[in-house]
Nanobody, 121 residues
């Protein structure tokens, strides 16, 4: 079992950067593939980025490719989402997710509570 806590959200202006962090409990963090999702008001939750358990493979939604970078530090039980060149349409609650088994980057077993990111124009 792993518990996830996101942090780093906030209110920024278009063009700014933010780095989200997701701290995981447990001693098996390095065994989990991790992902970031987001949900804007009145919209469904959508995939943002994912990273393999060793960190060697990453995946991105087309909407964030080239602007966002996912990374992890298994020694710190933390996964990060560096967000650059933020746009108002990036405004959403961002969720961290973990998966120990399976191969789909869209399916996860454990979720954090989310952190709000608001980008003003």
């Amino acid at each position: 079992q792993v518990q996830l806590v996101e942090s780093g959200g906030g209110l920024v202006q278009a063009g700014d950067s933010l780095r989200l962090s997701c701290a995981a409990s447990g001693r098996t963090f390095s065994s989990y593939s991790m992902g970031w999702f987001r949900q804007a008001p009145a919209k469904e939750r959508e995939f943002v980025a994912a990273i393999s358990w060793r960190g060697g493979t990453t995946y991105y939604a087309d909407s964030v490719k080239g602007r966002y970078t996912i990374s992890r530090d298994n020694a710190k039980n933390t996964v990060y989402l560096q967000m650059n060149s933020l746009k108002p349409e990036d405004t959403a609650v961002y969720y961290c997710a973990a998966r120990r088994y399976g191969s789909s980057v869209y399916e996860y077993d454990h979720w954090g509570q989310g952190t709000q990111v608001t980008v003003s124009s």
